[in-house]
């Protein structure tokens, strides 16, 4: 299995940058897409941003042109820089990890979530 941590989650002012980090550990065979999820209070949880192993990405409408997701595959590690935060990206953001594992099934790990709070 795979265990995700987040981090970097925090209080910031509108207009501010943010940068998440998660880390990917475990048991595995071999990690496919990485990406980010969030979920507000009272919403759905909603795609983010995600990246394949080969470096291409998918983003939400509400973030095009604010967020940029990039990872590291050496490090299994994925980050989301975060940029011109408004108050509607106010929510829980996860970490999420389609891997293969030693006998060859395909699976989802997440992670246990970074708050995110924007002021305006």
């Known amino acids: 299995q795979v265990q995700l941590v987040e981090s970097g989650g925090e209080l910031v002012q509108a207009g501010g940058s943010l940068r998440l980090s998660c880390a990917a550990s475990?048991?595995?065979?071999?990690?496919?897409?990485m990406g980010w999820y969030r979920q507000a209070p009272g919403k759905q949880r909603e795609l983010v941003a995600d990246?394949?192993?080969?470096?291409?990405?998918n983003y939400g409408d509400s973030v095009k042109g604010r967020f940029t997701i990039s990872r590291d595959n050496a490090k299994n590690e994925v980050y989301l820089q975060m940029n011109s935060l408004k108050p509607e990206d106010t929510a829980v953001y996860y970490c999420?990890?389609?891997?293969?594992?030693?006998?060859?099934?395909?699976?989802?790990?997440w992670g246990q979530g970074t708050l995110v709070t924007v002021s305006s």
């Open positions: 999420n990890a389609e891997f293969i594992d030693p006998v060859f099934r395909r699976l989802d790990a």
């Open positions: 475990g048991r595995y065979f071999r990690i496919n897409a």
């Open positions: 990246i394949t192993s080969r470096g291409s990405t």
